[in-house]
């Protein structure tokens, strides 16, 4: 037990463990905040037309669907759209209908609009013989907030690696490592003291996460704390064969960013791709896809494939777990 204290006492003193502790909270904590700005208005259409160009009626009708901002001469209407920060869809008179213009740089909602306006426009008349149902306007971070909390879930479990790696590359420059060889210790023993660091490490940063923006009913909340517990206890063996195979300092925070941006990457795109078959049997190798999913499951209110995320998660543990063992024992094999 004073082993445990003492990797605790240690770890807590390097400011680069504990900024990658803090760092996953004051994430989620500004997700939370921003999950209730109103976003909105980043949708909404903004017209530009010349001044005396449009009737009053068109006018009017534009108004209808979003801002109108009249300007002096095309030189500036022509600005007004070409400006990289806004979304405007400049609006001239054709004949008894109108034309619009776009800068070409706008997303796919804006250029549809653009080109849909003109027929929308000839055909207002008839229109009004249709009953219209205003639909609710969706939220913009519907459903992105819940991607993003669960990269900062992500980055919160596997921040273990961080704490072990660090701890064992601190103990290789300081030279306790050759003072471990010797001391009354199995390698069992050695090994999850080193596990436990970065276990404790990543559960208890995940866990404050998941508590700054989740609201979950016990059952998903249980669900989510096991998710967890696999998740944090993989990354502090991934930790232990960065700290194994990193000479220096440096090379291990090359390491770790590599890792991390694995551990984020693959999930991401294997979510937003929809991969699935033999691709994402393959992303399943990243531990973190399995953990991404369950997150993203439990957001969402499902429950049915966290069953096969922990398994998964299980099979990452015992599998890195026996590898580490057996890579350990036939290295002290050579050194003897």
């Known amino acids: 037990m004073r082993g445990l204290f003492y990797q605790l006492k240690s770890v807590w003193k390097d400011k680069f463990c504990i900024m990658s502790f803090l760092l996953p909270i004051v994430a989620?904590?500004?997700?939370?905040?921003?999950?209730?700005?109103?976003?909105?208005?980043?949708?909404?259409?903004?017209f530009g037309v010349l001044e005396n160009d449009l009737s009053a009626r068109t006018v009017s009708w534009l108004e209808r669907y979003g801002s109108v901002t009249p300007y002096e001469t095309p030189e500036e209407l022509v600005a007004a759209v070409n400006e990289p920060s806004t979304y405007m869809i400049g609006v001239r008179a054709d004949g008894v209908n109108i034309r619009t213009m776009v800068s070409g740089d706008e997303l796919d909602i804006f250029r549809q609009t653009a080109d849909t306006l003109p027929a929308l426009y000839e055909g207002r008349e008839s229109a009004k013989q249709f009953k219209v149902t205003v639909l609710g306007h969706p939220d913009l971070m519907?459903?992105?907030?819940?991607?993003?909390?669960?990269?900062?879930?992500?980055?919160?479990?596997?921040?273990?690696?961080?704490?072990?790696?660090?701890?064992?590359?601190?103990?290789?420059?300081?030279?306790?490592?050759?003072?471990?060889?010797?001391?009354?210790i199995t390698?069992?023993?050695?090994?999850?003291?080193?596990?436990?660091?970065?276990?404790?490490g990543g559960c208890l940063s995940a866990a404050l996460t998941a508590c700054c923006y989740f609201r979950l009913s016990v059952r998903r909340a249980f669900l989510m704390m096991m998710l967890i517990v696999l998740s944090a206890f993989v990354a502090a063996l991934v930790g232990l064969f960065v700290g194994r195979f990193s000479a220096s300092l440096m090379v291990g925070v090359v390491y770790i960013k590599i890792i991390m941006i694995v551990f984020m990457a693959v999930p991401l795109v294997s979510y937003l791709a929809e991969v699935n078959g033999l691709a994402a049997v393959i992303c399943y190798l990243v531990p973190s896809c399995a953990a991404f999913e369950?997150?993203?499951?439990?957001?969402?209110?499902?429950?049915?494939?966290?069953?096969?995320?922990?398994?998964?998660?299980?099979?990452?543990?015992?599998?890195?777990?026996?590898?580490?063992?057996?890579?350990?024992?036939?290295?002290?094999?050579?050194?003897?």
């Open 294 to 336: 369950g997150i993203m499951s439990l957001a969402a209110g499902g429950e049915m494939v966290i069953a096969k995320d922990l398994a998964i998660l299980v099979a990452h543990g015992v599998g890195w777990f026996a590898l580490y063992l057996s890579i350990s024992k036939w290295w002290r094999s050579l050194s003897g």
């Open 28 to 46: 989620a904590v500004a997700l939370r905040m921003i999950g209730g700005i109103d976003l909105s208005s980043v949708t909404e259409f903004h």
């Open 187 to 200: 390698q069992g023993g050695y090994v999850m003291q080193k596990i436990f660091v970065g276990f404790i």
């Open 142 to 184: 519907d459903g992105f907030q819940n991607i993003f909390i669960a990269i900062t879930l992500i980055v919160a479990m596997f921040m273990g690696c961080t704490f072990n790696a660090m701890n064992m590359i601190a103990e290789k420059e300081n030279g306790v490592e050759l003072v471990n060889q010797i001391l009354p």
